[in-house]
């Protein structure tokens, strides 16, 4: 990859990202390529939850590291989110901006504004006024069978046949770090004031972009989400899995409205009804989630 441009710490590479992974190849498979054009697979760092030697294979020329799986996934999300803000702590040691991200997630730049993230957050220039960490547009991609026919390709992009989508506040995460933070629990908020919403960095959240594979992941998830439970009652574990299901097969009847991608009046809202909890040291944005679907422009078909 280039060197870092001169306005950022010569000694750390320009930026790195790190996911941890339960299984999960194929989105494991579309974010090691994804992030490793963006940085080089060389400064990608996988930690593959249990140990798996097909996360090896699909990450060969990434960092793998295994870590031990708890079959009864006792606070599972706590220690996850725990390991997340520490070892990317280290990594700023190393890099100057260091991305954080479930598996299916991954950051965008919008390509009328940057060819890359690089490129993108190379521009942000000036050490006092360049955020502790940036927050993408979150939004989630809805697959709708009838409205988006052509099936996924694994030589092609995602966003070649997936466009449509719900913005959703909780997934504007504060993801992308240029100084070590602690995390909550999803990674939907950290430590860091103020919060800032990137103008033009995005979230695409996997959850619901196609009808076949979010069917068949989402069933398993109920199913750990049990297996979480142990001798609890399931409706206290887990409870952002609990009804993705349902709230996936009602939105994929949905259709767009318009091609937008901006949506300034919802990025008003979130930052206008943002909470601060915790005397202040933590912040939420509002808003919630769109309740109506929307399309990415044509411009962004090849970038994912």
Known sequence: MTDAPASLDPTKKPAGAMTMVYKDYYFLQRWVEYYGRQFGREHLYILSHGGDSEHDRICQGANVIHLPRDPTMWRMERRRWGINTQ??????????????????????????????????????????????????????????????????????????????????????????LRKETGFTIGGHANSHQP???????????????????????????????AIMAGDRNADEVGRAWGKDLETFLALSKGVAVREDAELPDFRKKMVEEQQHLHDGKITFFGGGRTKSLFRLPERFAHVF
């Open 195 to 225: 919060r800032v919403l990137d103008p033009h960095l995005y979230l695409i959240h996997l959850r619901f972009f196609d009808f076949d594979r979010v069917t068949e992941r989402l069933a398993g998830r109920k199913d750990m989400r």
């Open 87 to 176: 070892f990317s702590a280290g990594m700023l040691r190393y890099y100057n901006w260091f991305i954080v991200s479930d598996v299916d997630e991954v950051v965008i730049v919008d390509p009328a504004v940057a060819p890359d993230l690089v490129t993108y957050l190379g521009r942000y220039t000036h050490a006092k006024k360049t955020p502790a960490s940036l927050c993408p547009f979150g939004i989630e991609l809805v697959h709708n069978p009838e409205a988006e026919p052509e099936p996924l390709a694994d030589d092609q992009p995602i966003l070649s046949r997936r466009r449509v989508f719900r913005a959703n506040a909780n997934y504007a995460k504060p993801c992308v």
